[in-house]
């Protein structure tokens, strides 16, 4: 059972602070990951995808891969209010082309 | 560029019925999936289509179905409803021509069976 884990949270920062979102996952098979922002009776919404170990930044956010410790996280900068919602982790492998989604973390940013 | 449209929004149906939902992918791509999620089981995939060809299939009962046309448009059929079946199905569209294509969600059909 290929698995992706996250802390349900809810993860609480401050307003300007950085929030740091975590995912493991357990199949080494595993090739592409994606981070979705899910706000509450809303679709998910695709946010930033990693395929190589590192970090790679877009705007507030950077998305960090470690493939030999098998975690990818996600951090977002000068949090917002509007950043509250919940954050899906998502793992494909090559062959099956499916995402595995983690349970998500709920994200909330105090004013 | 229009996003990934599905419809009906909303559904009620009775257990026992059968229910077909409609996705319209972005334009260009080729690659539809299905995913179903609950608050107690989150996210989980169902079958994926490319070029009208089922290519990838979730841990579902055969009451789950679905098709693509030739225009990538696709539907999802679930026969003999049943309670559980109650949940947010989210069609996903993407290119499909890379394994690592991010998927771009439409807004989803909430179905619920009473």
């Known amino acids: 059972q290929k698995e992706v884990e996250q802390n349900s949270g809810p993860l609480s920062v401050p307003e300007g602070a950085i929030a740091s979102l975590n995912c493991t996952y357990s199949d080494r098979g595993s090739q592409s990951f994606f981070w979705y922002r899910q706000y509450s009776g809303k679709s998910p919404e695709l946010i930033m995808f990693i395929y190589s170990n590192g970090d790679k930044e877009d705007g507030r956010f950077t998305a960090q891969l470690n493939k030999a410790s098998q975690y990818v996280s996600l951090l977002i900068r000068d949090s917002q209010p509007s950043d509250s919602a919940t954050y899906l982790c998502?793992?494909?492998?090559?062959?099956?082309?499916?995402?595995?989604f983690g349970s998500g973390t709920r994200l909330q940013v105090q004013p | 560029k229009a996003g990934v449209t599905q419809t009906p929004r909303y559904l009620i149906k009775t257990r026992g019925q059968q229910v077909t939902l409609s996705c319209s992918p972005i334009s260009g791509h080729r690659s539809v999936s299905w995913y179903q999620q609950t608050p107690g089981q989150g996210l989980q995939f169902l079958f994926e289509?490319?070029?009208?060809?089922?290519?990838n299939k979730g841990n579902f009962p055969g009451r789950f179905s679905g098709r693509q046309f030739s225009n990538s448009r696709s539907e999802m059929n679930v026969s003999t409803l049943e309670l559980g079946d109650s949940a947010l199905y989210l069609c996903a569209s993407s290119l499909g021509d890379r394994a690592n294509s991010p998927l771009h969600f439409g807004n989803g059909t909430r179905l619920t069976v009473t």
């Open positions: 998502a793992v494909k492998d090559t062959g099956r082309r499916a995402l595995t």
């Open positions: 289509y490319f070029s009208e060809t089922q290519r």
